[in-house]
């Protein structure tokens, strides 16, 4: 058993070594880069399943916690990093069109480095339990999707969407460290654990407190992409290269959503504070279901798509944040994200392919996908019917644990607004699937992909059922073994 | 230190802020940021942070104003002749900053805390380069070591983004 | 001065920068006022930093120590995001917002 603070360290040196191998290798070829980016993760992912989650005392453990839900969120990471590398090597056409290079594949090497080191700064969020640390952690995450989104420097739709990202991220963290200030001014405390101690001992100023959290609670909205936050996200994730979309919603939103988790568990359970807070969290939650289902319907590119339904989704797992103190609270938001990675990660992989032959990402280039490579099409259709939650698909059972913990807290206005969008989301998800299946298509050449493009489409594909069907596996590795899990056997 | 020389400072901070947001020469903006964090610093040597007061001078008066006026020389930013002000973006940036400000204030009004002196030192020179190194090379290391990877992508990412002509 | 002076004074220059932020239209003055909104958040830590006097009678240095790290990352923000500001310039001669909206459905 291995203390769970080398996975950082190894997935760091990993990354330095990526870079290294960039700067002194002399081969023409930057795709060996990747291959040891996925190869050196894949054996991360493996080491996860033999690390000593122990909670006792260690130098850092001040900081860091290797929780059972730390380690389902380093998985997380690691996975997604994986499908993101795999994608990056699908795009690596476009990439190597915007970058100036004096070799066909300069600047593909960084390009394969940086979501390893994303993907350190998202481990570590996964365990940090102190807010310094949420902090330093976060802006290694948001530094280098900085540098990610505005990668390709000679597509202005690239450097537009760095821009923007750049801008509002970084007012973001204004509001966030703002709000870490007042918490620490008026507990005198970062960590976690010792703030919620203070917290209920009722011996705090009750304004300066809900200011700081509110300030917080404003930083984190940027970061999951709920509305009212969301400006940044549709021009965002339609500028920016397609692999690095795909990280962004997946990876930057379950990092927020993690740090939201331990936030909120802390101030939820604060009597004076959890009736002002879950009014808020139930306000977010419905206007980003709403808007984001409701700006998506005249969609017809499928990447600005995916954006609005990236920002109903966060609608969705809101609302499990807002029922933060019901059983089955955490496991819905983990569990619905664990669906969301899958489904997301599985739409980008098959448009990077189509795009890559069709030259655009417009829901018109998919016409007649169904003809031209019925594989591919079977695969986005999995996707798209996931996304919108029909059963026996990942999808469904992560809006079923949803409404469930929602049924039992009783936020029934949430449950209608949530099944009422569900009902709109159907309409665009299927205008993808009508394009693929009823639509001519403009020429019959099939799409082609790389053995391990398709593998991997094979493979999130058939997590997608089989998940849908026998969802125990990741329930079991969420709920921890019982004596493992102070907190559920608290409440 | 006399007790008129941190609203002194307050007072050049505050208005050199809003000469950054109001001068039309981004130049003109950089000196005022310029000598609002040297009067920041100001601020912080009158709250006995002596190192942060440093730091302040050294690494944002000193190294990040300097990358922004370096940039704007490299750029030739011109003073902006249009004022055409957007003005929803206006109103609605206004109206959130003065809620932010009154907010701010009823909240320090039930701050009674705050409104105590504050508790004294102890006597004799305050050795605080120390207690801030020691802190950071023992108990905070770890979000130590993350700072330093963090630099290692900015450096990574800044090469990348304005190389003229990557290999 | 007490803490709540600075705190206001911090706030304040909070707000100027948010304000700043949404007034101007040039990315690298935008850029300016986010700095002044983190130094305000500096600016509060410090100050509740000295009021929380620990039993040796020195000020808390845990406030300090996350002073350093927002100085640290904001000086790396400012590299990083120099270099997209100037990459852009360099594709589209413009450092106005204004005329970076080519993405509209």
């Given at each position: 058993m291995m203390p769970a603070i080398y996975l950082e360290a190894i997935v760091l040196t990993l990354g330095?070594?990526?870079?290294?191998?960039?700067?002194?290798?002399?081969?023409?070829?930057?795709?060996?880069?990747?291959?040891?980016?996925?190869?050196?993760?894949?054996?991360?992912?493996?080491?996860?399943?033999f690390t000593a989650n122990d909670l006792s005392a260690s130098p850092y453990s001040a900081f860091y916690h290797a929780d059972f839900r730390a380690i389902f969120f380093k998985r997380f990471a690691l996975l997604t990093t994986i499908v993101v590398l795999v994608l990056s090597i699908e795009y690596r056409g476009v990439v190597q069109k915007y970058v100036f290079g004096s070799r066909p594949q300069a600047g593909l090497g960084e390009f394969y480095a940086l979501p390893v080191f994303t993907c350190a700064g998202l481990m570590w969020m996964a365990s940090a339990v102190d807010f310094i640390m949420i902090f330093v952690s976060l802006e290694l995450v948001t530094i280098s999707f900085y540098i990610l989104v505005a990668y390709m420097r000679r597509n202005a739709g690239s450097l537009e969407a760095g821009v923007k990202y750049l801008i509002?991220?970084?007012?973001?963290?204004?509001?966030?460290?703002?709000?870490?200030?007042?918490?620490?001014?008026?507990?005198?405390?970062?960590?976690?654990?010792?703030?919620?101690?203070?917290?209920?001992?009722?011996?705090?100023?009750?304004?300066?407190?809900?200011?700081?959290?509110?300030?917080?609670?404003?930083?984190?909205?940027?970061?999951?992409?709920?509305?009212?936050?969301?400006?940044?996200?549709?021009?965002?994730?339609?500028?920016?290269?397609?692999?690095?979309?795909?990280?962004?919603?997946?990876?930057?939103?379950?990092?927020?959503?993690?740090?939201?988790?331990?936030?909120?568990?802390?101030?939820?359970?604060v009597p004076w504070i959890n009736h002002k807070a879950v009014t808020i969290l139930v306000a977010l939650a419905a206007l980003s279901l709403l808007y984001g289902n409701l700006a998506a319907m005249p969609q017809?590119?499928?990447?600005?798509?995916?954006?609005?339904?990236?920002?109903?989704?966060?609608?969705?797992?809101?609302i499990a944040v807002a029922c933060i103190g019901s059983r089955y609270a955490n496991i819905a938001v983990s569990f619905y994200l664990a669906g969301y990675l899958l489904m997301t990660l599985l739409t980008f992989l098959v448009m990077a392919a189509v795009a890559n032959q069709a030259g655009g990402d417009d829901i018109v280039h998919f016409n007649g996908l169904g003809k031209r490579s019925p594989y591919l099409a079977f695969a986005m259709l999995a996707a798209m019917a996931s996304l919108a939650g029909i059963p026996l698909t990942v999808g469904f059972f992560g809006k079923f644990l949803i409404f469930y913990v929602a049924y039992e807290k009783g936020q029934f206005l949430l449950m209608g607004i949530g099944v009422l969008t569900v009902a709109a989301g159907f309409y665009y998800y299927f205008k993808v699937v009508r394009a693929m299946y009823w639509k001519e298509p403009a020429d019959d050449t099939p799409v082609r992909t790389s053995p391990l493009t398709g593998a991997t489409i094979a493979a999130l594909a058939f997590c997608i059922f089989f998940l849908g069907v026998y969802p125990a596996p990741v329930i079991r590795a969420l709920e921890g073994p019982p004596s493992d899990n102070p907190r559920l056997l608290a409440r | 230190m006399s007790s008129l020389l941190p609203w002194l400072f307050s007072a050049i901070m505050l208005g050199f802020a809003c000469a950054v947001v109001l001068n039309r020469n981004p130049v003109a903006s950089a000196l005022s940021l310029v000598v609002s964090f040297l009067a920041l610093a100001g601020l912080y040597v009158s709250l006995n942070a002596f190192f942060i007061g440093v730091i302040q001078v050294l690494v944002y008066a000193g190294a990040i104003m300097v990358l922004f006026l370096f940039i704007i020389m490299l750029l030739d930013l011109k003073a902006e002749e249009r004022r055409t002000l957007n003005t929803t973006a206006t109103l609605g940036g206004l109206l959130v900053a003065a809620i932010f400000v009154c907010e701010l204030f009823s909240v320090l009004r039930h701050f009674h805390k705050g409104s105590l002196p504050f508790p004294p030192l102890a006597?004799?020179?305050?050795?605080?380069?120390?207690?801030?190194?020691?802190?950071?090379?023992?108990?905070?290391?770890?979000?130590?070591?993350?700072?330093?990877?963090?630099?290692?992508?900015?450096?990574?990412g800044v090469v990348v983004l304005s190389k003229r002509e990557l290999k | 001065m007490n803490l709540?002076?600075?705190?206001?004074?911090?706030?304040?220059?909070f707000a100027i920068g948010f304000a700043g932020v949404m007034l101007r239209r040039n990315i690298i003055i935008i850029f300016m006022c986010l700095e002044l909104m983190l130094n305000a958040a500096n600016l509060s830590l410090v100050a509740f930093s000295r009021f929380h006097v620990s039993a040796a009678g020195l000020p808390d240095y845990n406030g300090q120590m996350l002073v350093f790290f927002i100085i640290t990352v904001a000086a790396a923000e400012v590299a990083v995001g120099l270099a997209v500001i100037v990459s852009l310039y360099r594709a589209r001669r413009t450092t106005h917002v204004e005329d970076i909206t080519s993405m509209k459905f």
């Open positions: 330095v070594l990526l870079v290294l191998m960039e700067a002194f290798s002399n081969s023409e070829e930057k795709t060996p880069v990747a291959w040891l980016g996925i190869v050196g993760l894949t054996f991360v992912f493996i080491l996860t399943f509002l991220s970084a007012l973001s963290t204004g509001f966030f460290v703002y709000g870490i200030t007042w918490i620490y001014g008026v507990t005198g405390q970062t960590s976690l654990e010792k703030i919620g101690a203070i917290l209920l001992g009722l011996k705090v100023s009750h304004g300066p407190l809900l200011f700081g959290f509110m300030l917080v609670l404003t930083g984190l909205g940027f970061k999951i992409a709920c509305a009212p936050f969301q400006i940044w996200v549709p021009d965002v994730y339609q500028g920016a290269p397609t692999p690095v979309t795909a990280f962004l919603s997946v990876g930057s939103k379950a990092a927020g959503f993690i740090v939201l988790m331990r936030v909120a568990e802390v101030f939820l359970p017809h590119n499928l990447k600005r798509l995916m954006a609005y339904s990236s920002i109903a989704h966060a609608g969705y797992i809101l | 006597a004799g020179p305050l050795d605080d380069v120390r207690g801030v190194g020691t802190m950071l090379f023992s108990n905070y290391n770890l979000p130590f070591q993350v700072i330093g990877a963090l630099i290692l992508v900015a450096t990574v | 709540n002076d600075y705190l206001a004074v911090s706030g304040l220059l």
